[in-house]
């Protein structure tokens, strides 16, 4: 079965500053998708990122970027320049190849300090 | 673009008592997901409609939750009779076609057994 880990279940960051947060995976397969979701308080789950295991070129949106690390089993997500509307819980989440079911981490509620 | 509805936001109800909620998805996504996110954890799907057909609920309880899709594009997931285990929130996704697209949430149901 594919587990998804977080090991920071709390992480802060100064306004402008850089933060890093992790997530390591659990699989057996080759082919898959890694995402890291935002979920603030009022609950909407909104994409960040998206990383297909294929492509050794880790993804970039703006402010956001991610280190995957196929043979490690990583994929943790920088912010840049972070902002006060950062702040949210941000979960990790893996889907294989040819199926549906994306499977979640346990989150990390990052806080951004002024 | 109007995005995933749903409603009630919250609801409040006696172990062993009904209940029912509803998920409007994104106008033409034909697959929608039902996920069950417990307090301190992420996401978990229970169920995945591809328009009006069940694809996957092998994680539904079955004996007590129950989901439809008439028509395929609104859905209601109940429960009956609920339990203290149930206290959660339910959110609903939505995307395009299946496999590969993305899913948008919706804003979720605060369910709470007493």
């Known amino acids: 079965a594919q587990t998804v880990t977080q090991s920071q279940p709390e992480m802060s960051v100064q306004e402008a500053e850089t933060v890093t947060l992790s997530c390591t995976y659990d699989t057996s397969e080759s082919d898959y998708y890694l995402f890291w979701y935002k979920q603030p308080p009022s609950r909407q789950m909104i994409l960040v990122i998206r990383?297909?295991?294929?492509?050794?070129q880790n993804a970039t949106e703006n402010r956001f970027s991610v280190n995957f690390q196929k043979a490690a089993k990583s994929f943790s997500l920088k912010i840049s320049d972070s902002q006060l509307g950062d702040a949210a819980m941000y979960f990790c989440a893996y889907r294989r190849e040819g199926n549906n079911d994306m499977r979640f981490g346990a989150g990390t509620r990052l806080t951004v300090k002024p | 673009e109007a995005g995933v509805a749903q409603s009630p936001r919250y609801k409040i109800i006696e172990k062993r008592q009904s209940v029912a909620f509803w998920c409007n998805p994104i106008?033409?996504?034909?697959?929608l997901y039902w996920y069950q996110q417990i307090l301190g954890q992420g996401p978990k799907l229970l169920i995945q409609?591809?328009?009006?057909?069940?694809?996957?609920d092998s994680q539904l309880p079955k004996d007590r939750f129950s989901a439809e899709r008439l028509k395929g594009v609104d859905s209601t997931l109940k429960i009956q009779p609920a339990k203290l285990e149930d206290s959660a929130v339910y959110l609903c996704a939505s995307s395009l076609v299946g496999i590969g697209d993305t899913q948008y949430f919706g804003p979720g149901t605060r369910l709470t057994v007493l």
């Open positions: 409609f591809q328009n009006n057909g069940v694809v996957d």
């Open positions: 990383q297909e295991a294929y492509k050794q």
């Open positions: 106008s033409g996504h034909a697959t």
